[in-house]
């Protein structure tokens, strides 16, 4: 069972606003993932890290902007939420290292700007 | 990254096996291939993964043509808990670690 919990789980906020994603792990991985994934479409990676104070641009761009101060932590931020911005937003980590390994996904957070 | 194949939508009856083919007919010798599934209003999840050999876990089965071009994952007995989206994927040595999801296939169970 995998242990990543993604805070709020849904969330509508108005244009403009300031907004941060939560996602931790408990299972001591270095590596966390986020994300982006419209109805019915493919997901997209948007930002990754390989340990603490590391953290890269995925393929596809995006606004936001992540931090990775703890290991078990690696929160998204929306500076300023736009419409363009609605979608659901995946976190995920791994352990690392191997080419088999395994990614473990959190339950998502479902974004609705107005 | 080296692409796959999968068909777009397949469906089965409740506790028949399901077949779900993929081709990845590019793929090198280096890259193993990951199934990972998304139940509706969930995160993806592993479903299993495997570099030549066949494999089988509690979930699935991975059957690998011996060219490696081609793979199949097998759900012996399909329960309404199976209605999904799975991802066939590869992973290879210069992918620095991230899963590249592509449409996949969706299954649909009937009762």
């Known amino acids: 069972e995998a242990d990543i919990y993604q805070t709020p789980r849904y969330l509508v906020i108005g244009t403009g606003k300031k907004i941060t994603l939560e996602c931790s792990q408990t299972m001591g991985h270095d590596k966390m993932y986020w994300y982006q994934q419209d109805p019915g479409m493919e997901l997209h990676l948007i930002h990754y890290s390989y340990g603490v104070n590391s953290t890269e641009k995925g393929d596809l761009s995006s606004e936001s902007t992540v931090s990775r101060i703890r290991t078990e932590h690696f929160p998204l931020t929306l500076e300023s939420a736009r419409p363009s911005h609605t979608s659901q937003y995946l976190c995920a980590s791994s352990e690392g290292g191997r080419r088999g390994e395994t990614q473990y996904f959190g339950p998502g957070t479902r974004l609705l700007v107005l | 990254d080296a692409k796959t194949t999968q068909p777009n939508s397949m469906e089965s009856n409740e506790e028949e096996p399901v077949h779900l083919p993929c081709n990845h007919s590019?793929?090198?010798?280096?890259?193993?291939i990951h199934w990972y599934r998304q139940l509706p209003s969930q995160g993806p999840e592993y479903v299993i993964h495997g570099l030549t050999s066949n494999v089988n876990n509690r979930m699935a089965s991975l059957a690998i043509a011996e060219d490696r071009k081609s793979s199949t994952l097998i759900l012996h007995r399909a329960t309404l808990r199976d209605a999904a989206v799975y991802y066939c994927?590869?992973?290879?040595?210069?992918?620095?670690?991230?899963?590249?999801f592509g449409a996949g296939t969706t299954v649909t169970v009937r009762a």
């Open positions: 590019t793929i090198s010798g280096t890259d193993y």
């Open positions: 994927i590869l992973r290879g040595l210069n992918n620095d670690y991230k899963l590249s």
